[in-house]
């Protein structure tokens, strides 16, 4: 059974950094596209980042373009989400989601196959 563990979650101040791990266990994390999403109190799960299997394709959103990164070390079976520059806006669980079917990077909560607990980011003004 494929699963995913995050942390590197924390309280920071606007204009601040993070970075988020999300290690993947039970399974060969280079079989599967990568992502993170965030889900703020009262509302809907957002995408934030995805990853191609190798690693030699990303996409982000224009909300974290410039100030969010993903990026992946398959020999470690982990996956990152550098921050900067993060916003009282930021604030919300993050997840990280594995997807087992898809060589590109899929956008779309539905696409996913298997989810993280999630890790609470909160940034103050």
């Known amino acids: 059974q494929v699963q995913l563990v995050e942390s590197g979650g924390g309280s920071v101040q606007a204009g601040g950094s993070l970075r988020l791990s999300c290690v993947v266990s039970g399974g060969t994390l280079s079989m599967y596209a990568m992502g993170w999403f965030r889900q703020a109190p009262g509302k809907e799960r957002e995408f934030v980042a995805a990853i191609t299997r190798s690693g030699g394709g990303t996409y982000h959103p224009d909300s974290v373009e410039g100030r969010f990164t993903i990026s992946r070390d398959n020999a470690q079976n982990t996956v990152y989400l550098q921050m900067k520059s993060l916003k009282p806006e930021d604030t919300a669980v993050y997840y990280c989601?594995?997807?087992?079917?898809?060589?590109?990077?899929?956008?779309?909560?539905?696409?996913?196959?298997?989810w993280g607990q999630g890790t609470q980011v909160t940034v103050s003004s």
């Open positions: 989601a594995a997807d087992r079917r898809r060589v590109g990077v899929p956008a779309v909560e539905s696409e996913y196959d298997y």
